[in-house]
């Protein structure tokens, strides 16, 4: 008998002291309140992700540093805010000088995986990974909508990496409901890759932020169903890492990369661009079902906190800091605001922000307005979009929205607490003044500890000629990168 316990004992001890797998699992261009835990207006639209919240430590006031992705996700990967890992659009770059989530996980002994969003975990570096999981065990390509390859890569990743004898760190990335959405098919025909659920344009509903139209509730249907079809792919994976044997040894980390691809979302740093449905399930230090409400984190803090659940030496250099106090129950001081910053497009457009948000307040700032400049979005291509366009013409409420979608003006300020789909401007609302000064000061102090190259315009703010010498100044500079990188292109396609 005392044979027996001790053998379960020393299991049990091998047990604890076996390292912790990690499985990062993010979704691309979803809302928050996509998410029914987190708010999602129709019921049952993500049963997988409810489920995993339901296991999970959620927090209620997470936020990604800006509504685009490439720049969003090397924040998460370097720890490092945009204007200090050199990765503000979307480019890649060589010999960044910091260390990426992987070289920093490969130290620590983990076998590491990346799926999906290989090219935006910039430094380009496939090579670097132990496994790229875009290619299935048969040598085919995984395609990015087919919730099913989600499962087949993860057990893949999870096999490798116990064939290998480490613990491992999968990076699964999931396409949906980034455009294209459901049944919007490149090329034409049907789409093969059909969601669990597909939601009408009657039930969907319709974000503060837009407007109701036939043409835009055609358009968020398909938004919604693609929502589903991200759900059936985190459904995929759970189900893969479950039958793997390792769920109770992997912390799942889950989140979206920013909020939906439609107008005054995506590729802004407004309250729902950057509002993240934020999990953390680890069994045997999270409990199942609590939702952190107080404290606030950021994307900038992933690599810190991940250092610290594996134990890993941190680099010499981070914007970030680790939230591992939270993940354990513990207080944490600090985290009463969080940072925003945005820089440019896919297309090299230059239109730079900055902002600080609160739980109750978001101050935005914006150099580039000056009441001409057309500020340049990915959501310019949508349905949406263009309904808001036409509709504009006869409807001045709804014109209005459009001016300030293309001009925006220098400074907004929003009560999020009551107003999270920032309607209402209050930066020179009487009642709200006396925010302003801590707002931007908290901003000006985080800019001068980033070393923020825009720390001189916010200080001379008030001065329009130095605002737009600024912005052309930063516009020349994106062109001529992107000329450079065209040119490097050309050159290097002619010697091959």
Known sequence: MKRILFILLCFSLSLQAAPVNLLIITVDDMSADSVGAFGCKIPGTTPNIDRLAGQSLSFAHAHVTVGNCMPGRNVMFSGLISHNNKVEGFYQVKNPGWPHLVDLMKEAGYFTGIRGKV??????QPY????????????????????????????HGIKKAKAAGKPFCLSVNVSDPHKPFWSVVKGGGKDPHVPSRIFTAGEVPIPGFLFDDPKVREELALYYSSVRRADDCVGEILQALEASGEANNTMVM?????????????????????????????????RAGVVDGKNMISAVDMLPTLLDIVDAKHPARLDG??????????????????????????????????????KRYLYIFNPWSNGERVFATATTGTVTYRRLVALAKQDKRLDKRLDLYKHRVPEELYDVANDPDCLINLINDAKHQVALP???????????????????????????IFREEYVQKVEKEALDRRKNRRGNKRRSNATK
């Not at 299935?136 to 909508?145: M, Q």
Request: charged content about 25%; cysteine-free.
């Open 254 to 286: 889950f989140l979206s990369d920013h909020g939906m691809p439609l107008p005054f979302a995506k590729t802004q740093l407004y309250h729902h661009s950057t509002h993240t449905p934020w999990m953390v399930r680890w069994p045997g230090v999270t």
């Open 128 to 155: 670097a990974w132990d496994i790229n999981l875009d290619t299935l065990p048969d040598g085919t390509s995984a395609h990015f909508k087919n919730a099913e390859s989600y499962g087949i890569s993860t057990a």
């Open 321 to 358: 800091r680790s939230f591992l106090p939270l993940i354990r129950g513990k207080t944490q001081a600090g985290r009463d605001h969080v940072f925003k910053e945005y820089n440019e497009n896919a297309g090299a457009s230059r239109d730079p922000m900055r902002a600080v948000q609160t």
């Open 119 to 124: 090219s935006h975990s910039t430094p380009y």
């Open 438 to 464: 801590s707002l931007r000061s908290e901003l000006e102090g985080w800019m001068k500890r980033t070393k923020d190259p825009m720390l001189e315009v916010f200080e001379k703010r008030k001065d329009e």
